[in-house]
């Protein structure tokens, strides 16, 4: 999920900040809408090791050099249940949230805002979502916790799990934006541009 059209110049150029901060990290690219990736539900995390310490690492990377705020496997291309979530954009390192297995256990209140995706750059549309949702899941090492979020922070997480279930932001629009969307990636790919 990229950064709400709210951010400033000099925010974009924080965002990129923790990614200087280990040159180890990998930056992945961004797998983009077409892919059939991106429309398959994920397989469980069952192993929790230094490889997955350090892909969720790779991700937050990727995830800042893209300008955006929450990040899923799917999104680079691995078929697997984790995601980040960063909606502090790496302004602080205690907002860094890794989800394996998240699934939602509360929802409450309603809220239309706009939404982007990473995976579809350009293309932003009203969606509704919970204005609070709570999560269960767990971190890198296995660990689970429960996490309560509000407005963009439930939002990031509802569209990162739709992620893991292969559900895409666009398919929460009316099916006259969707139809529109499709059309311009159509034309996009067709101009070798997408």
Same mark, same amino acid.
Request: glycine share 6%; with cysteine; hydrophobic share 40%.
């Given at each position: 999920?990229?950064?709400?059209?709210?951010?400033?110049?000099?925010?974009?150029? &924080?965002?990129?900040?923790?990614?200087?901060?280990?040159?180890?990290?990998?930056?992945?690219?961004?797998?983009?809408?077409?892919?059939?990736?991106?429309?398959?539900?994920?397989?469980?995390?069952?192993?929790?090791?230094?490889?997955?310490? $350090?892909?969720?690492?790779?991700?937050?990377?990727?995830?800042?050099?893209? $300008?955006?705020?929450?990040?899923?496997?799917? &999104?680079?291309?691995?078929?697997?249940?984790?995601?980040?979530?960063?909606?502090?954009?790496?302004?602080?390192?205690?907002?860094?949230?890794?989800?394996?297995?998240?699934?939602?256990?509360?929802?409450?209140?309603?809220?239309?805002?706009?939404?982007?995706?990473?995976?579809?750059?350009?293309?932003?549309?009203?969606?509704?979502?919970?204005?609070?949702?709570?999560?269960?899941?767990?971190?890198?090492?296995?660990?689970?916790?429960?996490?309560?979020?509000?407005?963009?922070?439930?939002?990031?997480?509802?569209?990162?799990?739709?992620?893991?279930?292969?559900?895409?932001?666009? &398919?929460?629009?009316?099916?006259?934006?969707?139809?529109?969307?499709?059309?311009?990636?159509?034309?996009?790919?067709? &101009?070798?541009?997408?």
């Amino acid at each position: 999920m990229p950064m709400p059209d709210k951010s400033t110049s000099s925010e974009a150029t &924080q965002t990129t900040a923790p990614e200087t901060v280990s040159a180890a990290r990998k930056i992945y690219p961004i797998i983009k809408y077409g892919d059939p990736i991106l429309e398959k539900p994920t397989t469980p995390v069952k192993k929790f090791d230094a490889d997955l310490e $350090q892909l969720a690492e790779d991700m937050f990377a990727s995830m800042y050099a893209a $300008q955006g705020v929450g990040l899923a496997a799917p &999104q680079i291309g691995l078929n697997l249940r984790i995601a980040v979530v960063d909606v502090a954009a790496g302004k602080n390192p205690e907002a860094k949230i890794v989800l394996a297995n998240p699934e939602i256990i509360h929802a409450e209140g309603e809220k239309r805002e706009e939404e982007g995706c990473l995976s579809i750059p350009g293309f932003r549309g009203y969606v509704l979502r919970p204005q609070f949702v709570t999560i269960k899941a767990q971190n890198a090492k296995g660990e689970s916790f429960e996490i309560r979020g509000e407005d963009l922070l439930a939002r990031a997480f509802c569209h990162e799990i739709d992620h893991l279930n292969g559900i895409l932001f666009i &398919q929460h629009l009316s099916m006259l934006k969707r139809d529109l969307i499709k059309r311009k990636i159509k034309k996009l790919r067709k &101009q070798g541009e997408w």
